[in-house]
């Protein structure tokens, strides 16, 4: 009896136990979900001033791409403003703020647009990049061709976005403007090519227009091998999360450590991307980057839509691109639609403050002026409805030296304020620099050494171009004294007498170089400065400052054309020309001018072996050699610059 009760209370006890376990295990009413987060989250933006859509737009192709489209509240019948860019659009509007002006922030050229009147701002993923579909090719060439022998390319995307957004954007008033800066600029200048009748107006600035003859890639045939990181972050993968490493402070002595290019990107592994590898099978300046060349493919289309070329006049990136296709499509220009601007800025400080660029200081902020008197104007002209008259000139430049704002009718000058005649300025011997020939005399010559293993550095090192103050050097390298280049013994400086009269250059200066080497290859730099005089009376660290108006570099093997490399006959005089980079400056009395030449500019570009070899990528180190260089400064052998000098009528 004893044991059959306690048996019932053990099993009473048990049964007490697993029901208690049972009902832990069983949720309840208020405790079915343990998930505080719930299965999708509807901000509450009704008090916002603008709208955030996205959304993923379909290509002729199927390939969809991610696209952020912002809209002032209450907007209607509103233009619309794209950018298509590999830059991550998401990360460009991404800024949590209930207002359109902190959203937007004080990057964008466009602000006032958007903020004071009522512009749809809209920006897109380029494929293959970010949360955009399909594949990535950088600065794709043309469809249809041999490089690029599929149905679509940014031209096709721009087409196929642009009708999407009049069909499914109801606030908008079905008129479209396409602008960027840099490689937004070259997917604006893409929109070109068969544009949509929805399309009425481009602004590309500072546009990558021909990456080898004198913008990101090569200059002439150097490689500006300070590029290869963007390659890495570029494509390495499709968010640009891998980023540039480096063991060295100093970004010369990173150079120096190698002698190759191809030896630094295997380093990096770099022969894993795709754009490394067409670079370095096309070292010379053939059908692959001829075919591609926006100047080039634009000169075959007529102008059918509102364009303004935007130019930096220190454009330490895309130095080449404006003037160029301003060049090739204004002879075009039947009925006025052909724009030219050209500011004193450094790469994309069109969108930034413009009243100065290190010690070069403007006396105003040149970028506000562009934005407010000419962005605008153009931009409400050709795309609201009420069409707004814009009082623009033909060309509106930016005259260095004087510091104004000039309105023109052509670019180089050829009305009524003046013309431009070209005077040869020429490097005369001890030094010397005039606009007159020297006649001939022993030795008729100056020489110099340049040493591959010591070349001259393009800033004073130490070069470290990473963090705020590294980046303020690479904008600003354009501008900075070049009195440290003068004193080396690699660097051939000539320099005229003092000013008593104003001296005004505009257009492309033209290099005409009679030189010899003991090498059979060599690169020479061509810098024309401004030399402040001696004392600056308010500034006095401006006292001699030798500011750089146009400087480049060219590849001595492509003496004979650029898609003809040949090696340079050892210890013959031969005729180098190419040109410099567009000017627009006066030099003042009191002013002398000064040319140097010199053959490296590292850690910029990279190294000429000075021994011909069929690729400079792939040069061993025993091809890198010394070579005495003579640069000729009298009579037939003379040496000269071609400067597009204004006179007045």
Same mark, same amino acid.
């Not at 609201?384 to 060309?395: G, I, Q, R, S, Y």
């Not at 670019?411 to 431009?420: F, I, L, M, R, V």
């Given at each position: 009896m004893q044991r059959s009760y306690r048996f019932v209370r053990i099993c009473v006890v048990l049964a007490s136990a697993v029901a208690t376990f049972a009902l832990a295990g069983e949720p309840t009413q208020d405790s079915k979900s343990v998930n505080e987060i719930p299965p999708s989250f509807t901000p509450k933006t009704e008090s916002f001033d603008y709208v955030r859509r996205t959304a993923m737009i379909p290509m002729r192709d199927g390939v969809k791409l991610y696209t952020v489209i912002v809209i002032p509240r209450?907007?209607?019948?509103?233009?619309?403003? #794209?950018?298509?860019?590999?830059?991550?659009?998401?990360?460009?509007? &991404?800024?949590?703020?209930?207002?359109?002006?902190?959203?937007?922030?004080?990057?964008?050229?466009?602000?006032?647009?958007? #903020? &004071?009147?009522?512009?749809i701002r809209v920006i897109q993923d380029v494929r293959g990049k970010h949360h955009s579909e399909g594949d990535y090719l950088m600065n794709p060439p043309p469809h249809g061709t041999e490089f690029n022998p599929t149905n679509v390319d940014d031209s096709t995307d721009a087409y196929d976005t642009i009708d999407w957004l009049v069909r499914n954007v109801p606030e908008s008033n079905g008129k479209v403007g396409i602008l960027g800066i840099s490689y937004d600029g070259f997917t604006s200048l893409a929109a070109l090519i068969h544009p949509h009748p929805a399309l009425r107006a481009a602004m590309p600035i500072n546009p990558m227009v021909d990456g080898w003859m004198g913008d990101d890639w090569f200059h002439q045939g150097a490689l500006r091998q300070l590029g290869i990181p963007y390659f890495l972050v570029q494509e390495a993968d499709r968010d640009s999360s891998q980023k540039w490493w480096s063991d060295h402070f100093d970004d010369y002595e990173s150079w120096l450590s190698v002698w190759s290019v191809d030896e630094m990107a295997q380093r990096y592994g770099l022969d894993q991307v795709g754009f490394y590898r067409k670079i370095k099978e096309h070292p010379a300046y053939d059908s692959f980057w001829q075919s591609q060349a926006m100047d080039k493919v634009l000169a075959k289309e007529p102008v059918s839509v509102p364009v303004m070329l935007v130019h930096s006049l220190w454009d330490q990136e895309d130095i080449y691109g404006a003037v160029h296709v301003y060049a090739a499509i204004k002879p075009k220009d039947t009925d006025h639609k052909v724009f030219l601007v050209l500011g004193p800025w450094f790469h994309h400080q069109a969108r930034l403050n413009g009243s100065a660029i290190g010690a070069i200081e403007f006396g105003s902020d040149t970028a506000a002026y562009f934005r407010e008197n000419i962005v605008r104007p153009f931009f409400?002209?050709? #795309?609201?409805?009420?069409?707004?008259?814009?009082?623009?000139?033909?060309?509106t430049a930016f005259e260095t030296g004087t510091n104004r704002w000039e309105r023109?009718?052509?670019?180089?000058?050829?009305?009524?304020?003046?013309?431009?005649?070209?005077?040869?300025?020429?490097?005369?011997?001890?030094?010397?620099l005039g606009f007159n020939q020297a006649p001939a005399s022993e030795p008729g010559f100056d020489e110099y050494v340049s040493d591959p293993? &010591?070349?001259?550095?393009?800033?004073?090192?130490?070069?470290?171009l990473e963090g705020e103050e590294g980046y303020h050097d690479w904008q600003t390298w354009l501008v900075r004294d070049q009195r440290e280049a003068s004193g080396r013994t690699d660097v051939l400086t000539y320099t005229s007498d003092v000013l008593t009269a104003p001296l005004k250059i505009s257009?492309?200066?033209?290099?005409? #170089?009679?030189?010899?080497?003991?090498?059979?290859?060599?690169?020479?730099?061509?810098?024309?400065?401004?030399?402040?005089?001696?004392?600056?009376g308010r500034d006095p660290k401006m006292g001699g400052y030798q500011l750089m108006i146009s400087g480049d570099i060219f590849r001595g093997r492509y003496y004979q054309g650029f898609d003809n490399p040949n090696p340079i006959p050892a210890n013959e005089k031969v005729r180098f020309r190419f040109n410099l980079p567009t000017t627009n400056h006066v030099f003042l009395p009191g002013h002398r001018l000064m040319i140097q030449v010199q053959s490296s500019w590292f850690p910029l570009y990279d190294r000429n072996p000075q021994t011909y070899v069929d690729n400079i990528f792939l040069a061993k180190p025993t091809d890198f050699k010394k070579a005495t260089i003579k640069v000729f400064n009298s009579g037939e052998s003379d040496s000269f610059v071609e400067l597009p000098v204004v006179t007045h009528q």
């Open positions: 209450g907007a209607k019948h509103a233009p619309i403003l #794209l950018s298509r860019t590999p830059y991550d659009a998401a990360e460009k509007v &991404k800024t949590p703020s209930a207002h359109l002006a902190t959203v937007l922030g004080d990057s964008e050229v466009v602000d006032d647009l958007v #903020l &004071k009147e009522g512009y409400d002209h050709f #795309l609201k409805d009420d069409a707004p008259p814009a009082d623009l000139a033909a060309v023109l009718s052509t670019w180089p000058e050829t009305g009524e304020d003046g013309k431009t005649d070209p005077a040869s300025l020429f490097l005369q011997p001890n030094g010397r293993a &010591k070349p001259v550095p393009f800033l004073p090192r130490p070069i470290h257009g492309i200066p033209t290099v005409s #170089l009679t030189a010899s080497t003991t090498g059979t290859d060599g690169d020479f730099v061509v810098k024309l400065i401004d030399v402040y005089p001696e004392e600056a």
